[in-house]
């Protein structure tokens, strides 16, 4: 116990070399992940998870959308990647992981430079680790959502410095810190907001936004922004397509609607949130008997935190209220709740004893998840789980070998992004699915039509097919397509058609 005790306050007040030891910890840790995924990915022959896999179809491109109703700076930064380590698994989980490790190390410098303890910011950061959705989720699936992590927490920092220096230079990178949070995704502008209006009512923040300059952060945001907003705009059936998806106005009466709505994000919240507040609950009644001096006047950078917190949930209700939203997803949440670790550190600090008690008993059970959750990301890397996460087992190079038995192919069409792993095998392949924006455009022949033996709806692609002006083949070719680590079945059955240009009549 004395070990752990040790290694604890080793995270929590140690350093190795220049960095704090709770950074090295993130750096080291976020390292490991990159070099073992990437190994095993090679060594096994798997593919990607369906998040990465419609990555490396948008990634062949630079534009400013990409359809999906996503923002596209996550794809803009795989792009930027696979530029200098080439289109691989190494691209994708660089991307991941210097985000995943941005935001932590954010977070950590966010707390320290408002004047919290070196043990208050790594209790912060290793609370963001007790979100079920940072310490698996994202490292299992997510894509964007690792983008707005880390750009949130920026985004604080920002302010933060804007607040220590009151420079110009501090007002353009909290203007561009703003830009990236809203171009990793869009339900950011809940944070936004929420931190602008925290910002607005506290004396010590407020002097900030009345200054002039302040209008430097908001047109460099703007202009940052401006390619994609009007890119939205010229593509609102591409921005819109996943709307259905928040079940506006499914209760049927508007009492019905309203009750369902605050019940479901009643349940996100609780499915979000309530692991990491009980564990600080658990946390602080195993300190109870420390020693801790009499409350003080909360100072203002808690107050901040703590308003933020309730403006994003004042400004989410509403929302919900007023849309008629019934469907949630947990990680949707993530923008209301991603300061809730520092602002319950940074209150640890003011309570003496009992206080650092607490935050060592966070960081412990958040290094401890971190590290039990690595062999089991290792192992859903290379297997993927059942249903859809299933396409990480297929052989793609024996697939993109059947493929191309008969001749090249400049284009794979499919009804879904799993097929997206075929630039793993082949980096200059046109890898299309609906969602892709500028269909028509993007086809390059010889192109085939591809489908799995799933349950995915293909009669949207045939659309998009017949408006592109090709029409399929009347031969159509099945293969076996071999699944790796054993799966069963061993083979998964695939249909090839050949698409053909229709001529102008």
């Known amino acids: 116990m004395q070990l752990l005790e040790k290694w604890t306050d080793w995270l929590c007040d140690e350093r190795v070399g220049p960095l704090s030891a709770a950074i090295a910890f993130a750096l080291a840790y976020c390292l490991v992940q ?42 803009w930064l795989g792009i930027l990647t696979a530029s200098l380590v080439g289109t691989n698994v190494l691209s994708l989980k660089i991307v991941k992981y210097v985000l995943l490790a941005g935001g932590l190390i954010a977070c950590f410098a966010a707390v320290r430079r408002l ?23 994202m490292q299992h699936a997510l894509t964007h959502s690792v983008a707005i992590f880390c750009f949130s927490s920026l985004l604080l920092l920002a302010v933060v410095e804007l607040q220590k220096r009151r420079s110009t230079a501090a007002y353009v990178l909290l203007g561009l810190a703003a830009a990236a949070a809203m171009l990793s995704k869009y339900n950011v502008v809940i944070f936004l907001a929420a931190l602008f209006l925290a910002a607005l009512s506290l004396r010590e923040t407020r002097e900030a936004i009345f200054d002039r300059r302040f209008l430097i952060s908001v047109v460099v945001a703007i202009l ?86 309730a403006f994003a949930l004042l400004i989410t209700l509403a929302v919900v209220l007023a849309a008629g939203v019934t469907q949630f997803r947990d990680r949707w949440m993530l923008p209301m709740f991603v300061l809730l670790p520092a602002a319950l550190a940074m209150r640890l600090d003011a309570m003496g004893e009992r206080g650092r008690k607490t935050q060592a008993t966070i960081v412990f059970i958040g290094a401890v998840i971190a590290i039990l959750v690595l062999p089991v990301s290792w192992y859903m890397h290379v297997h993927g789980g059942d249903n859809r996460g299933g396409i990480v087992r297929i052989d793609y190079a024996s697939l993109h070998r059947q493929l191309t038995a008969d001749g090249p192919v400049g284009t794979v069409v499919s009804n879904w992004f799993w097929i997206g792993n075929l630039r793993l095998v082949d980096p200059d392949l046109i890898v299309l699915d609906d969602e892709i924006p500028d269909f028509a455009k993007s086809i390059r022949e010889p192109a085939v039509l591809v489908l799995a033996d799933d349950e995915e709806p293909a009669s949207v692609i045939f659309d998009r097919i017949a408006g592109a002006g090709y029409v399929m083949d009347t031969v159509h070719r099945r293969i076996a397509v071999p699944q790796l680590l054993g799966s069963a079945p061993a083979t998964r059955q695939v249909t090839i058609t050949r698409l053909r240009r229709i001529k102008a009549q």
């Open 224 to 309: 940052a922004c401006l390619p994609t907003f009007y890119w939205s705009a010229m593509h609102l059936g591409d921005l819109l397509a996943h709307s259905g998806g928040l079940g506006v106005a499914e209760g049927g009466s508007v009492a019905k609607t309203l009750s369902r709505g605050i019940r479901g994000l009643g349940n996100a919240i609780l499915n979000f949130a309530g692991l990491p507040a009980t564990i600080f609950a658990v946390a602080f009644f195993l300190a109870r008997k420390e020693p801790a001096p009499r409350p003080e006047p909360t100072p203002w950078p808690e107050k901040l935190v703590w308003r933020a917190i």
């Open 115 to 137: 004047g919290y303890s070196n043990r208050a910011a790594t209790a912060a950061m290793f609370g963001l680790l007790l979100f079920p959705q940072i310490a698996w989720e």
């Open 34 to 75: 990159i070099v073992v995924m990437t190994l095993s990915s090679h060594f096994v022959g798997t593919g990607v998870g369906v998040d990465d896999a419609e990555q490396l179809m948008a990634m062949r491109f630079l534009a400013a959308g990409y359809g999906s109703s996503q923002p596209p700076l996550y794809t």
